[in-house]
T-cell receptor, first 116, second 115 residues
Framework: GAVVSQHPSRVICKSGTSVKIECRSLDFQATTMFWYRQFPKQSLMLMAT?????????EQGVEKDKFLINHASLTLSTLTVTSAHPEDSSFYIC????????????FGPGTRLTVL | AQTVTQSQPEMSVQEAETVTLSCTYD???????LFWYKQPPSRQMILVIR??????QNATENRFSVNFQKAAKSFSLKISDSQLGDAAMYFCAHVGQGGSEKLVFGKGTKLTVNP
């Protein structure tokens, strides 16, 4: 149980284009989902917290207009990187916590974004 | 502010031996949870073990156990009978019960298992 999927696993895009990453909880309902960014050989950096049906809460320094997050259902959250630039290239990871069990997060396998 | 410190950037262990990874944390909350996550080369974050702060008994999961010292704010992970598949980055993390649900991660410890 507690499986989280992410799609795509890898994406390469041209500078200036937008990229959407999906995060799904496959066998549980997730009231809250989290989006992280991880640079090579570093820890995870929380970008934003999304709650189903409400606006995401962004961490300080994260541009909300650049990283659009939508959490439209209890099993799906999306992260859209708008007008991507090479510096947005990174590994993006989502996690989800189960409704009624908010203390434990389960992670997706991550998405490697490369912006040319 | 909540912080998590892992003072060992890298550790190594011989296969079948035991290794302990250190973690200390700082929090003003009285009720919270602590975790160890494993990130192998695939980069999938895997929950290794979870400890509830109000429980005095140390959590165990097969070959993995913790030494939770609440007063000292210490939460070390012991891996017994190390296997090659244990090689990974290990992250210690904390989440408070204050409502934010945000995980605070340490910087990680890279564990190498030597055959």
């Amino acid at each position: 149980g507690a499986v989280v999927s992410q799609h795509p696993s890898r994406v390469i895009c041209k500078s200036g284009t937008s990229v959407k990453i999906e995060c799904r909880s496959l066998d549980f309902q997730a009231t809250t989902m989290f989006w992280y960014r991880q640079f090579p050989k570093q820890s995870l950096m929380l970008m934003a917290t999304s709650n189903e049906g409400s606006k995401a809460t962004y961490e300080q320094g994260v541009e909300k207009d650049k990283f659009l997050i939508n959490h439209a259902s209890l099993t799906l959250s999306t992260l859209t990187v708008t007008s991507a630039h090479p510096e947005d290239s990174s590994f993006y990871i989502c996690s989800a916590s189960s409704t009624g069990r908010v203390d434990t997060q389960y992670f997706g396998p991550g998405t490697r974004l490369t912006v040319l | 502010a909540q912080t998590v410190t892992q003072s060992q950037p890298e550790m190594s262990v011989q296969e079948a031996e035991t290794v302990t990874l250190s973690c200390t944390y700082d929090t003003s909350e009285s009720d919270y949870y602590l975790f160890w996550y494993k990130q192998p080369p695939s980069r999938q974050m895997i929950l290794v073990i979870r400890q509830e702060a109000y429980k005095q008994q140390n959590a165990t999961e097969n070959r993995f156990s913790v030494n939770f010292q609440k007063a000292a704010k210490s939460f070390s992970l012991k891996i017994s009978d190390s296997q090659l598949g244990d090689a990974a980055m290990y992250f210690c993390a904390h989440v408070g019960q204050g409502g934010s649900e945000k995980l605070v991660f340490g910087k990680g410890t890279k564990l190498t298992v030597n055959p």
